[in-house]
């Protein structure tokens, strides 16, 4: 298959970095779902909740657990079920849980789920999000352009394969891509350092830890209000600093990404992947919306971009 560069302008990417500021991120009432409602680059989907809904619930890939606004699990009478602890990209939290009878969007039907609860501030807003707990052995189908909107469908029996040439089946084109701890990871190259990639439909921007940024060679990005720096944010509202910078290439299989604006930082979550030291990504919405469709099969752990 022949290669694929897809060109990310830093002009471009200075409106993205805007969404990672706290000031655009502040709680809204969001009381019920809207079709054509992708809230502040996340990816959404249309969910009901013991039958009553539906509510808007973002689509993370890369989350373990599944969250849902303490507004809406009150008005929902939804029965107390203790507190866990929650590994988010920020930290380990501490947060109580809630138990619904049953939870439904697309070809997900599950009964008997513990929700993690949270304030909106953390959701941007939204009712909650679906996390790998829920997700796992679905196939997600993103469809990006004028009408953004997730899929959830079953898996097929057979692959989702290369088409035309224009398309990145990443099992076939990635080495060593795998289902880690329900998410899904690849081998991709910046420049010419290997590293671990996360597929993150959850984060609004790509982020990379600091032993990619180094070895990688990426540079320090001016944002529109003078600084470097930019801030995520966990689904329990708790921020983090992150420093933005411009990596030069990421490369996935046969897709080259040039010029990518990342945010940089030694997370919490890459220490609990194992992946402190080792040059490590999430790839975040930013990035999966310069294709056309992206496919991630949770089943069969399989990536699918098609430009």
């Known amino acids: 298959m022949s290669g694929l560069t897809l060109t990310r302008r830093t002009m471009a990417a200075a409106g993205l970095f805007g969404l990672a500021f706290p000031g655009l991120s502040r709680a809204q009432d969001a009381p019920s779902f809207s079709t054509s409602d ?33 507004d809406l699990a009150v008005s929902l009478e939804l029965a107390d079920a203790g507190e866990v602890t929650m590994h988010t990209l920020v930290a380990g939290e501490r947060a109580p849980t809630v138990r619904a009878d049953r939870v439904r969007t697309g070809a997900l039907n599950a009964r008997d789920v513990r929700l ?76 010419t350092v290997p590293c671990k990639v996360i597929i993150d439909t959850g984060a609004r921007m790509t982020v990379i830890n600091t032993a990619l940024a180094r070895q990688a060679g990426a540079q320090p990005l001016t944002l529109p209000d003078g600084t470097t720096l930019g801030r995520v944010l966990s689904p329990t509202g708790r921020d983090a600093v992150a420093e933005a910078m411009l990596l030069p290439e990421l490369r996935l299989g046969g897709v080259s990404l040039t010029r990518v604006p990342v945010l940089v930082g030694d997370f919490h979550t890459f220490a609990i992947w194992g992946l402190a030291d080792q040059p490590a990504a999430l790839l975040g919405v930013d990035l999966l919306g310069l294709f056309r469709t992206v496919i991630i099969d949770l089943k069969r752990g399989e990536l699918v971009l098609d430009p």
């Open 116 to 191: 993690v609860v949270t304030g909106r501030q953390g959701l941007l807003g939204l009712d909650g999000l679906l996390g790998t707990d829920l997700l796992a052995g679905l196939r997600l189908v993103l469809h990006f352009g004028r009408r953004t909107r997730v899929d959830i469908t079953r898996p097929r029996r057979w692959r989702d394969n290369a088409g035309d040439g224009q398309r990145l089946n990443a099992q076939n084109a990635s080495a060593g891509e795998q289902r880690f701890n329900g998410l899904l990871m690849i081998d991709a190259t910046a420049r």
């Open 38 to 70: 992708q809230r502040q680059g996340l990816l959404t989907a249309p969910v009901t909740i013991n039958d009553r809904g539906p509510y808007a619930f973002a689509i993370d890939s890369a989350a373990n657990t599944s969250v849902i606004a303490r």
